[in-house]
């Protein structure tokens, strides 16, 4: 019977329940999804002369985040109000180094402005 996809179709529908289940489950422990969506900050010179003229902090921040998500995920983490939140990605690269064909990866970030009295201490 696995030949006219009977047995595909069963498959389907108990990872559909398991993915049910792990999403109610996650919603009754209170898990905030913004939690795990910034990375890192990212530390460059552009990114310091940045943060110290203008009070504007790079994060390198997870692929599917949008907007919303990071300012909820600054505010809890932080304890700050940002102003805005941008969002630019850089795309992956190819690299050609000692005769190989290599690649750099792709990162998305978010540049989050801050009020002047506001300070996030990121060393």
Do not use: C, W
Not at 69 to 93: G, Q, T, W
């Amino acid at each position: 019977m696995a030949i006219f996809g009977l047995k595909n179709k069963k498959t389907k529908k108990e990872t559909d329940d398991k993915i049910q289940l792990i999403k109610e489950s996650v919603t009754k422990i209170g898990i905030d999804r913004s939690v795990g969506l910034i990375k890192r900050p990212r530390i460059t010179e552009k990114a310091t002369f940045q943060a110290e003229k203008n009070k504007v902090y790079v994060f390198e921040i997870h692929a599917d985040a949008n907007k919303k998500d990071i300012m909820s995920s600054i505010k809890s983490l932080y304890k700050v109000n940002p102003l805005k939140v941008r969002i630019a990605k850089n795309p992956a690269k190819r690299k050609f180094v000692k005769g190989r064909i290599g690649r750099k990866p792709g990162v998305k970030k978010a540049y989050v402005h801050l009020r002047e009295q506001d300070k996030i201490d990121i060393v």
